[in-house]
């Protein structure tokens, strides 16, 4: 299970896995963006005005936390005219939500 390197040191095979895992959770670690993934898992692509009728929310805060999303590898914008149109780049970030979702945690 575990990898003894020189030196003693222990090395977990799996945490090159813990390591994305735990980089998508602080990533969409927030109500608005965990709700724009959720939208984006059910759309081929949205632009910012969509997303935000959507949701109802302001479309600056809402380009705030798209822009943290696209600079850290989750979602993607391609330019269509004067719009900017998001995709779900990081499909695995589905599955870690799912999964916490359908734990049977009590989360009160």
């Known amino acids: 299970m575990f990898e003894v390197m020189k030196e003693e040191t222990i090395v977990d095979p799996h945490s090159e896995h813990i390591e994305k895992v735990a980089f998508i959770l602080k990533t969409v670690a927030h109500p608005l963006r965990l709700s724009v993934v959720d939208l984006l898992g059910r759309n081929e692509k949205l632009s910012v005005n969509e997303i935000c009728e959507q949701l109802q929310t302001e479309q600056s805060l809402t380009s705030h936390h798209l822009n943290i999303m ?19 780049k990081e499909k695995d970030v589905l599955k870690v939500i799912n999964c916490l979702e359908n734990c049977e945690c009590n989360f009160q």
Request: proline share 0%.
């Open 70 to 88: 696209k600079m850290n590898g989750i979602i993607t914008g391609k330019r269509e005219g004067k719009n900017v149109y998001y995709q779900l």
